[in-house]
């Protein structure tokens, strides 16, 4: 070969590799393209930040600027303020409210947010890589839903999520609320959660379930750690492609600037020891059709736009409260994360988690008992639930279990 045929290949060769690196981006280089794109969705440029104990930093982003407002549909709206003429008048609930051990975030220790302010919790590089893909970041999966009595113990497992719960169905129901025992149940793969929480629910259970839930959650898959963390969710797809946990897409608007949705919950409860527990009210303003949501007795947290949904543009169907776990089967044996407080219902108070003074809204705006509270749990050995009703505490349950032991293998 002459030299300038030899030259001519080696141009030729200079060519090849120029263009394609020019035009081929690795994968990793394209990953991280994509998630540094969804970062700068989801974290708003703040007005102030602070740092959480826990290793959380919290943005407290202008109220107009939140994730919400990405959507197209609320481009030009107008932030509601909290709809009047609820009928909340429980004086017995109020007044043994404020007996109960008080409840805070711990970035609440570092600083508050100013005012026309919200608190967002800042998403990491890290939280969005451990997630299946940027698109599944911040959403549940779409198997997660249940519909009691409809469990065919062959398909238990299938799933891979399994509950305890108490329920109530065959009426129109504007809203839900109880008051929830705050645990930390250990987790044993990162890919599993235990959570306990409200469901308001509407339509099938079929690929058009609407569903708006609320409550706590550990979650190392989601939040890279253990704690206990306050959450949200939304779906009007059956958890298909709508939805997200907390601030994490367009859809929920928060209007208050003293919670972070997501953010660590503390003190919690040991066993035998100071029990606290959360009050959650979720209920629909009938006049402009918006979801509402108070944490505690007095924080209005913010509302999700009737435009959302469908069946719950108009009511509810059905209402769940209570425990849900994921079991991956870990070894080909039963998972051994805990629900609740990791142990089962019959030890009680200070031993067993609770849910009390359950209460559903009616069409009047009326906080009322639940008439005909059912309950469901795929495998009674693993995790349980069992109600009661007394004067102080109204309708409640005890819930949950450890999990994998002798009897649940």
């Not at 959380?56 to 990405?70: E, L, M, R, T, Y």
């Not at 429980?90 to 043994?96: I, L, P, V, Y």
């Not at 599944?136 to 249940?146: C, D, E, I, M, W």
């Not at 208050?256 to 997501?262: K, T, V």
Request: charged letters at 20%; one cysteine or more.
């Amino acid at each position: 070969m002459g030299a300038l045929e030899l030259f001519m290949v080696k141009a030729a060769l200079v060519l090849v590799c120029i263009c394609g690196g020019v035009i081929s981006v690795s994968p990793s280089s394209r990953q991280k393209l994509e998630v540094q794109k969804h970062l700068n969705r989801l974290n708003k440029p703040p007005t102030k930040t602070i740092q959480s104990p826990d290793g959380d930093i919290i943005d407290c982003v202008h109220i107009s600027h939140q994730p919400a407002f990405d959507h197209p549909f609320l481009k030009d709206h107008k932030i509601q303020t909290m709809p009047e003429g609820l009928k909340f008048v429980d004086n017995k609930m109020s007044e043994e409210e404020t007996t109960i051990n008080s409840i805070s975030q711990l970035w609440h220790m570092n600083g508050k947010c100013p005012q026309d302010t919200i608190p967002i919790r800042r998403t990491k590089k890290e939280d969005v890589l451990r997630a299946t893909s940027v698109k599944r970041y911040g959403k549940k999966k779409h198997r997660s839903l249940l519909k009691p009595r409809s469990a065919d113990p062959d398909l238990i497992n299938e799933s891979g999520h399994q509950h305890a719960i108490a329920y109530v169905e065959g009426d129109r129901y504007y809203g839900a609320k109880a008051t929830i025992n705050v645990w930390e149940p250990k987790i044993q793969q990162p890919n599993e959660f235990s959570l306990s929480q409200i469901w308001v629910l509407g339509g099938s259970f079929g690929e058009d379930l609407n569903s708006i839930e609320a409550g706590w959650q550990v979650s190392p898959d989601l939040y890279g750690d253990n704690n206990t963390r306050l959450f949200t969710y939304w779906t009007s797809d059956a958890y298909q492609a709508t939805g997200c946990y907390n601030l994490l897409c367009s859809g929920f608007i928060q209007v208050n600037s003293e919670i972070a949705m997501g953010a660590s919950i503390s003190p919690i409860s040991a066993y035998r020891n100071s029990q606290y527990d959360i009050s959650i009210l979720i209920w629909k303003d009938q006049k402009e059709g918006h979801w509402w949501m108070q944490f505690g007795n007095g924080y209005v947290l913010g509302y999700w736009p009737s435009f959302l949904f469908s069946y719950l543009a108009e009511s509810a169907s059905m209402i769940e409260w209570g425990g849900e776990v994921v079991n991956s089967e870990p070894d080909g044996q039963h998972t051994s994360t805990q629900m609740g407080s990791g142990h089962f219902p019959e030890e009680g108070f200070g031993k067993s988690s609770y849910f009390r003074n359950i209460q559903v809204v009616d069409s009047s705006n009326n906080l009322k008992a639940p008439k005909e509270l059912g309950t469901f749990t795929e495998q009674s050995n693993c995790y349980d639930v069992q109600t009661g009703s007394n004067g102080d505490w109204g309708h409640y349950f005890y819930y949950g279990g450890p999990g994998r032991n002798p009897n649940c293998s």
